[in-house]
């Protein structure tokens, strides 16, 4: 039995992948660290927080004295690092706790995974990186890397450590950067599931600018795969890009929800844009396809319509998640806009 140690296992893309890992890997033990900040939710987990190969443990990346106690204790192999302080808008209100977690945090992982000497180490990083795009190409794993936002900076300079561990001292790593995900679990400040939750209440839909930003959606399910493509197939000290091949504008995107959910395009309220805000992001994912023959399985109207009957079908959690602080936070961010 293998043995990963999962970081960050309790919010959107890592309980997606914690899932996956226990449903469809039954040869492999998953030892989930997970701060539970506002973006962690143990309820993503519900029917999984008994199963014989799942072991929560409420901690922070930041603690190296626990996270070697639980790579020692548990005998771990690998270890995938989704922790982070993973939202742009957040990152440009307090960019202080993204350095903490997603550099320093990082930094701490990678020092114990070294000393242990961890099989792999994989970073899950973002497109975002690479900055913004004009309206042609794509990001490839060359592309030199630019952060935009405050969390983009964070999450390059996380980067650049992971490499600079491989490079000095031999450390087994993967960088895995992929494009917009969606899908079940996604907390509500993210744009696909804030735009549900917010025409479920016939609320106003707040689009950021002009609406024609493009992102590049990734149904998670498809992260996770290819995820775990990187973890085991994959050689040493490679980067690979993942997309879903799925360039929208975003009131394009707006207008699909809406349409959903038979409600009206009135409910679009366009809004004062996000300082900096990149313009276009676009995955080249050749490689990962190449060389691990990793393939999304479903389209953006099909993943769409997914997500959507899943809020639809999960109105308890989406209840539990905008109770409380959610309000606070959605009243100081869009009030003045
Ligand atoms: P999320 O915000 O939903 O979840 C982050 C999780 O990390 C939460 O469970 C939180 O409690 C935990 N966490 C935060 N700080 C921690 C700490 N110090 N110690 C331990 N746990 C901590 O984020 P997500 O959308 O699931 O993103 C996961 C990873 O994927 C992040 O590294 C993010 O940068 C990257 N990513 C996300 C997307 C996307 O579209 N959501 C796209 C590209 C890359
Ligand atoms: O590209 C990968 C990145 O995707 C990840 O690294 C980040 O963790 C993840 O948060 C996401 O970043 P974005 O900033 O692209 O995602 P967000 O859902 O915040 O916004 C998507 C687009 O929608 C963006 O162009 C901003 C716009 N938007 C967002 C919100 C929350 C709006 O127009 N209105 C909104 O209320």
Request: avoid cysteine; proline fraction near 3%; aromatic fraction near 8%.
């Given at each position: 039995m293998r043995?990963?140690?999962?970081t960050g296992g309790a919010g959107f893309i890592g309980s997606n992948f914690v899932r996956m890992v226990l449903e469809e890997h039954p040869d492999t033990r998953v030892v989930n660290l997970d701060k539970l900040t506002y973006a962690g939710n143990l309820e993503n987990l519900e029917s999984y927080r008994d199963h014989p190969n799942h072991i929560f443990v409420k901690g922070d990346i930041c603690d190296g004295a626990l996270v070697e106690s639980l790579i020692s204790n548990y005998k771990v192999d690998a270890l995938i690092n989704f922790a982070a302080e993973s939202h742009v808008d957040r990152s440009l209100e307090e960019p202080g706790i993204f350095i903490e977690t997603n550099v320093k945090g990082t930094l701490t992982l990678l020092k114990v995974a070294l000393e242990k000497k961890l099989e792999r180490f994989v970073q899950i990083s973002t497109d975002e990186v690479y900055g913004?795009?004009?309206p042609e190409g794509k990001f490839t794993e060359t592309t030199p890397l630019s952060p935009n936002s405050p969390y983009s900076a964070s999450k390059a300079s996380a980067?650049?450590?992971?490499?600079?561990?491989?490079?000095?001292?031999?450390?087994?790593?993967?960088?895995?950067r992929c494009s917009n995900n969606y899908g079940p679990y996604q907390f509500p400040e993210k744009m696909i599931p804030l735009m549900i939750h917010n025409a479920l209440k016939d609320k106003p839909l707040p689009v950021y600018g002009d609406g024609m930003h493009i992102r590049d959606w990734l149904y998670v399910y498809d992260h996770c795969t290819a995820v775990w493509k990187v973890l085991t197939e994959a050689q040493p000290g490679q980067v690979y890009n993942i997309g879903g091949n799925n360039e929208k504008h975003n009131l394009d995107v707006v207008r699909l929800i809406l349409k959903a959910l038979g409600k009206?395009?009135?409910l679009i309220t366009f809004v004062k844009d996000r300082p900096g805000?990149?313009?276009r992001y676009a995955i080249d994912s050749s490689r990962i396809m190449a060389e691990l023959n990793w393939r999304p399985s479903v389209s953006f109207e099909e993943g769409?319509?997914?997500t959507i009957r899943w809020y639809l079908d999960h109105s308890e959690w989406l209840n539990h998640v905008v109770s409380g602080q959610y309000q606070e936070y959605y009243k100081r961010m869009y009030s003045n806009r």
């Open positions: 043995t990963i140690l999962v913004s795009l004009g980067d650049m450590l992971v490499q600079a561990f491989g490079h000095s001292w031999g450390l087994r790593y993967n960088i895995t009206p395009e009135s805000h990149d313009r769409l319509s997914r």
